[in-house]
């Protein structure tokens, strides 16, 4: 899970250094926790323009991306902590800003969230 949450935050950090104009923006959905986690997900998902990442079988959370990198939600999957839940990060202003919902345990949640956002100043050793 470490390095596919780390792949997506690099891309949304990267795609918020595209000056605007130069992609087709696409309008991708905010999150509504008033809706049951499976609908929620279900919408999520069907998304045009979102590219899934492939299935991780070892984690336990599916990423969906915009193509543009500026969007990006977490869905856990059964096996996960914090399931149910869903996380959404969005690059704006040269920042990452993660949301979420949360249908499950609070204290779980509350890790995922910590964690997503622990990425946020992930670097590589040697990177700048």
Do not use: N
């Not at 939600?73 to 996960?80: D, E, G, K, N, R």
């Amino acid at each position: 899970m470490r390095l596919r949450a780390t792949l997506s935050l690099v891309a949304l950090a990267l795609s918020a250094c595209t000056p605007p104009g130069e992609e087709e923006k696409a309008a991708y959905l905010g999150l509504d926790c008033g809706q049951p986690f499976e609908a929620q997900a279900a919408t999520l998902a069907a998304q045009p323009k979102l590219d899934p990442a492939p299935v991780e079988t070892a984690e336990p959370y599916r990423f969906y991306s915009s193509v543009d990198g500026g969007t990006s939600y977490l869905i856990t999957q059964p096996s996960a902590p914090a399931h149910p839940a869903i996380m959404m990060q969005k690059a704006h202003g040269g920042t990452v800003v993660t949301t979420g919902c949360r249908y499950g345990s609070q204290k779980a949640y509350d890790e995922l969230l910590a964690y997503l956002d622990s990425l946020k100043h992930w670097t590589r050793k040697g990177s700048p």
